[in-house]
């Protein structure tokens, strides 16, 4: 499934219902960032990824 969303701080605001998931469910998302975005951004999400391979990788 992919949806689109919006960051705000520490939470990730979805665009569209997802109704197919019920409330209380643990989901694994992998972030990418739209088209539209600067190369500012694009830096701060290989961080983020890099974060995620090493909580991954133990």
């Known amino acids: 499934m992919k949806i689109r969303g ?3 701080g520490q939470r990730i ?3 569209e219902q997802i109704n197919s998931i019920p409330d209380g ?3 694994i ?3 990418e ?3 539209t975005q600067s190369a ?3 830096g701060v999400t290989k961080k983020l990824q890099s974060r ?6 133990t």
């Open 6 to 8: 919006t960051k705000r």
């Open 25 to 27: 469910a643990e989901i």
């Open 40 to 42: 500012e951004a694009e």
């Open 29 to 31: 998302v992998n972030l």
């Open 52 to 57: 995620l391979d090493k909580r991954h990788s």
């Open 33 to 35: 960032l739209s088209s």
């Open 13 to 15: 605001e979805l665009l």
